[in-house]
């Protein structure tokens, strides 16, 4: 495993291997490794030649009230992890490396982030958008995996990839998930054994809407309604957002009519956890 602090050095030998032919298959993350970044790097590996993980706690996608300060940075782990799983290079940049001269150039990415994530995290999506971009001018990679728990997320990378000429695919993983149903999150090492036994509330409740479907209920608000009172049951659960959105533009459907993604976001004590599930709605896709 080669360890890459710099920018050039990583874009040194990006160009290198693309002289050499080599696909790079990339895997950004903010550290904290798990099951869930072990996928999207099995993937990229099914990809491609070479494989790099990024590491970097990146301070703009931040609010002020946020976790930066807090957010786990178990590099030696990490490392380990990402040896294990044969990737090529790991690219460890600083904030300074990322960020000289403090920053004046953002990437914003309209439309897709105005509404679930985005409205209660302000610049969130401003700061994944500028820095994902960056990762990707170093790295140069032809394929770059993103997890489905951040559907929006991976909905705005696309969107950003298509607007600004990037000439890379985008693979969306599946989220994977604890025997619970948890969905695999760096976060959860914030939770207490009680509040992870609280937090399966999220996947329980994505059954529910699931199930509602499948009986012929096609009402949203009513979907919602249901999802809410079973979240609201389970003491130090608070719902930040429950929404019904189309998979494409994200906007919110009244009517499960079309596929649709169902997604939340719940604090489970300080913790906000999110998780989402595309459903197949439309008349003839269940029987009523
Ligand atoms: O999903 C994450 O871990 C981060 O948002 C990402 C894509 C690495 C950008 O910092």
Redesign the pocket.
């Known amino acids: 495993l080669k360890v890459i602090e710099k920018v050039s050095e990583m874009q040194a030998l990006a160009d290198a291997w693309r002289e050499e032919k080599q696909k790079i298959g990339f895997v950004?993350?903010?550290g904290a490794l798990h099951e869930g970044h072990l996928s999207l790097i099995r993937r990229a590996r099914e990809l491609c030649d070479r494989v790099v993980v990024?590491i970097?706690?990146?301070p703009t996608?931040f609010g002020p009230a946020e976790d930066f300060a807090k957010y786990p940075r178990p590099i030696e782990a990490d490392s380990e992890w990402c040896r294990r799983e044969g990737v090529d290079t790991l690219f460890l940049p600083s904030v300074e490396e990322m960020y000289p001269d403090g920053n004046q150039t953002y990437v914003q990415v309209d439309g897709l982030t105005e509404r679930l994530c985005g409205r209660s995290r302000p610049g969130h999506f401003r700061?994944?958008a500028t820095?994902?971009a960056k990762?990707f001018l170093c790295v140069k990679p032809h394929v770059a995996v993103?997890?489905a728990k951040?559907f929006q997320?991976a909905a705005m990378?696309r969107r950003m990839v298509r607007d600004l000429l990037f000439d890379l695919q985008i693979e969306v993983a599946p989220t994977v998930r604890e025997a619970s149903g948890l969905a695999i999150s760096?976060r959860n090492a914030y939770l207490t054994p009680e509040e992870k036994i609280s937090a399966t509330v999220l996947y329980q409740s994505l059954n529910l809407a699931e199930s509602l479907i499948q009986s012929g209920e096609r009402s949203c608000e009513r979907i919602i309604a249901a999802m809410g009172s079973l979240i609201d049951a389970v003491d130090g659960t608070r719902v930040d957002y429950i929404e019904i959105v189309d998979e494409v533009d994200l906007q919110p459907v009244a009517i499960v009519d079309r596929r649709v993604v169902i997604a939340l976001a719940v604090f489970v004590g300080q913790t906000r956890l999110i998780d989402n599930r595309v459903v197949e709605g439309g008349w003839r896709s269940f029987p009523r």
Request: no cysteine; net charge negative.
């Open positions: 950004p993350t903010m990024s970097f706690v990146n996608q700061g994944v820095i994902v990762l993103f997890g951040d997320q990378v760096s």
